[in-house]
């Protein structure tokens, strides 16, 4: 648990952030509204992109739209397991989705990952501290914790990529 204390004019307030809330709003900044770290979020980026800069390939390289539909994966396959208890997510399928088709196609996909993004933020907010220390799927995957972190970093490490793709991407169109 976290404590942050403000000071204004001689009022005090206190505000205790669980570790819960505190790995949220992580997840919030990196998917959804956050500037802190790389000064820029999914949503930032991935608003700004045309179907045919997502779908545009650098030298053969993952294109920003095959790093959506792969951050998605992992995303939508942790909401599934933090609901089911099922993992049903593997390395080896994680950039095995349809790329868009269309600009209908790609604004659908943007908008999917920014509803599961909010819902993953949101689940994530509601573990307790036991949870969050708790093994996740079996014990060599480590505790939730662990695990939502891994998926932080993961986030930013794609995030990154995205956002040269994007700056290499301005040309098409």
């Known amino acids: 648990m976290y404590s942050i204390r403000f000071f204004f004019d001689e009022l005090f307030l206190e505000y205790t952030m669980t570790q819960a809330q505190s790995l949220a709003q992580r997840c919030r900044e990196v998917f959804l509204d956050g500037f802190w ?19 545009h390939s650098v030298n053969g390289r993952n294109s920003i739209a095959a790093l959506t539909l792969h951050m998605h994966y992992y995303i939508a396959g942790l909401l599934r397991f933090f609901q089911s208890g099922v993992l049903d997510i593997s390395d080896k399928f994680s950039f095995s989705g349809t790329l868009p088709q269309s600009e209908d196609s790609w604004m659908a996909l943007r908008q999917e990952f920014f509803r599961d993004a909010e819902y993953f933020v949101n689940s994530v907010s509601l573990f307790s501290d036991e949870q969050l220390r708790s093994v996740f799927f079996k014990e060599e995957y480590g505790t939730f914790q662990r695990n939502i972190e891994a998926m932080i970093e993961h986030a930013y490490y794609h995030l990154g990529q995205i956002t040269l793709l994007a700056k290499m991407a301005d040309s098409v169109d």
């Open 37 to 55: 770290i790389a000064n820029t979020n999914y949503y930032d980026q991935l608003s700004r992109i045309s179907w045919a800069q997502a779908c």
